[in-house]
């Protein structure tokens, strides 16, 4: 087991140069952080955890600039964006910025990634019906992968189509870095069964039952004809700060 530590990365919170360096002298595996671009002010959306938003989502930097500052200031510290909202950003300067940002850290990144919650801030930035992320993001993270494998890379989906295109350099880890898919309900579930590099749930949609969450959801990697090994898992546990923690 390995211990990693997911921040909002606002301006309020600890520099992230600081924050990565202390956590690289004191022996954590990771720094996660998110993405919200913005959001919109008249928000119909219920947020999922319930009550009003939490100010600090209207506030948060960009992931990949943080991460990148982060990379600068460790050299064993995994990065990873957790997550990061793939369906809302075009698909060849991410693949880019991405690209960049493993090599930089030297194949330090992972991918956290997800459908979203905000069906206004979505519709924002894409034509594309939100009905439909789902599919959305798996034609995504197809084209991602090409576009980090392949020199001359295409792709002919759905919702994203282009002829052969180069984009280079490659990231350093072969095929791009490992994408993880913060998924919980179950075609988020089936999804991330089928495709992804790993799962990163929250430890509250397990109820008292986690052993029992995580074994069903390694029966749906099984029959998706993988194997769970292959699907790493990432528990996110929400922690609230006080004198013991």
């Given at each position: 087991m390995h211990?990693?530590?997911?921040?909002?990365?606002?301006?309020?919170?600890?520099?992230?140069?600081e924050?990565?360096?202390?956590?690289e002298?004191?022996?954590?595996?990771?720094?996660?952080?998110?993405?919200?671009s913005h959001?919109p002010?008249?928000?119909?959306?219920?947020?999922?955890?319930?009550?009003?938003?939490?100010?600090?989502?209207?506030?948060?930097?960009?992931?990949?600039v943080?991460l990148?500052?982060a990379?600068?200031?460790?050299t064993?510290?995994k990065?990873g964006?957790?997550?990061a909202?793939?369906?809302?950003?075009?698909?060849?300067?991410?693949a880019?910025?991405?690209?960049?940002l493993?090599r930089?850290?030297?194949g330090?990144?992972m991918i956290?990634t997800g459908?979203?919650w905000?069906?206004?801030?979505?519709?924002?930035?894409?034509?594309?019906?939100?009905?439909?992320?789902?599919?959305i993001?798996?034609?995504?993270?197809?084209?991602?992968?090409?576009?980090?494998?392949?020199d001359?890379?295409?792709?002919h989906?759905?919702y994203?189509?282009?002829?052969?295109?180069?984009?280079?350099?490659?990231p350093v880890?072969?095929?791009?870095p490992p994408i993880?898919?913060g998924?919980m309900?179950?075609?988020?579930?089936?999804?991330?069964?089928e495709?992804?590099?790993g799962w990163?749930?929250?430890d509250?949609?397990?109820g008292d039952?986690i052993?029992?969450g995580?074994?069903k959801?390694?029966?749906?990697?099984?029959a998706?004809?993988?194997r769970?090994?292959?699907?790493?898992i990432t528990l996110?546990?929400?922690?609230?700060?006080?004198?013991?923690?």
């Open positions: 211990l990693g530590f997911s921040f909002m990365n606002t301006p309020f919170d600890p520099p992230v140069v924050l990565a360096k202390a956590l002298e004191r022996g954590y595996e990771s720094l996660w952080t998110g993405e919200h959001i002010v008249e928000l119909k959306t219920p947020y999922p955890g319930g009550g009003e938003l939490p100010e600090p989502y209207k506030c948060m930097q960009d992931p990949y943080a990148t500052a990379a600068a200031v460790t064993t510290l990065l964006t957790g997550i909202l793939l369906i809302e950003r075009d698909v060849f300067s991410q880019k910025t991405i690209s960049t493993d930089f850290s030297s330090r990144l956290g459908v979203g905000n069906e206004e801030g979505f519709n924002n930035v894409s034509s594309l019906p939100w009905n439909k992320r789902y599919g993001l798996r034609e995504t993270v197809g084209a991602l992968r090409n576009l980090w494998t392949d001359e890379a295409e792709f989906g759905d994203i189509d282009f002829d052969p295109v180069w984009c280079n350099p490659k880890q072969t095929g791009g993880v898919f998924a309900g179950p075609l988020g579930l089936k999804h991330t069964a495709w992804a590099d990163m749930p929250i509250l949609m397990f039952n052993a029992g995580i074994e959801f390694r029966d749906r990697v099984k998706a004809g993988r769970p090994e292959d699907v790493e996110q546990t929400l922690v609230t700060p006080d004198l013991d923690t």
